[in-house]
């Protein structure tokens, strides 16, 4: 088994604090932190850094999430790496 980065991947959408709608209306560039996004829904109209900082807790349990399972298949990998390694030793048990 080899570390899968592409596993642990993700997508989460960003939702409007106001009405919890996950669509936005922007202008062509967004890559500014200051660019201004507009709910398609509501038409609720904030900056991307506030749309995230909105999103925060929502953004933190996701990367929680991720990082707990990257950790554990790491974790897995490591252990399997060693007992390869060592197979056949008869002083040396992986456990």
């Not at 996950?22 to 749309?51: I, M, N, P, Q, Y």
């Amino acid at each position: 088994m080899t570390f899968d980065a592409k596993k642990h991947s993700r997508s989460v959408p960003l939702m409007c604090p106001t009405c919890g709608g996950t669509e936005f209306e922007h202008a062509e560039d967004v890559t500014a932190s200051d660019a201004s996004v507009r709910c398609a829904r509501c038409g609720l109209e904030l900056t991307k850094d506030e749309l995230i900082r909105a999103n925060q807790e929502n953004l933190s349990m996701h990367a929680k999430e991720v990082a707990e399972g990257a950790a554990k298949d790491l974790t897995q990998e490591l252990r399997d790496t060693l007992r390869r390694a060592f197979s056949g030793s008869k002083n040396i048990r992986i456990k």
